[in-house]
């Protein structure tokens, strides 16, 4: 098992910044790949971000690319997103996720997920 813990959710207004936290623990030695899904109310989890724990190798979303940034901290066990020019579209639950198989884009190879983080973006 997996444990993941996000942090750093929030109401910010438009244009403003936050920096999510996910911390893991457990087995994170099988850890693969990591990374981060929203859902806005009435929507679909979608994908965002994702980083290759060994290499570091990132992927980001269109929607986001450009203003998110993801990123990771080996020796904390820790992968971050920050989020920068944030629009009131970027408002959802955040889901951190880890898969011990793939660095992927696709929800069904994560094997586990947080608990979710609320960001508020207000106009």
């Known amino acids: 098992q997996v444990p993941l813990v996000e942090s750093g959710g929030g109401l910010v207004q438009a244009g403003g910044s936050l920096r999510l936290s996910c911390a893991a623990s457990?087995?994170?030695?099988?850890?693969?790949?990591m990374g981060w899904f929203r859902q806005a109310p009435g929507k679909e989890r979608e994908f965002v971000a994702a980083?290759?724990?060994?290499?570091?190798?990132?992927y980001v979303a269109d929607s986001v690319k450009g203003r998110f940034t993801i990123s990771r901290d080996k020796a904390k066990n820790t992968v971050y997103l920050q989020m920068n020019s944030l629009k009131p579209e970027d408002t959802a639950v955040y889901y951190c996720?880890?898969?011990?198989?793939?660095?992927?884009?696709?929800?069904?190879?994560?094997?586990?997920w947080g608990q979710g983080t609320q960001v508020t973006v207000s106009s």
């Open positions: 980083i290759s724990w060994s290499g570091g190798s990132t």
């Open positions: 457990g087995r994170t030695f099988s850890v693969v790949g």
């Open positions: 996720a880890a898969s011990s198989t793939y660095y992927s884009l696709r929800q069904d190879d994560y094997d586990y």
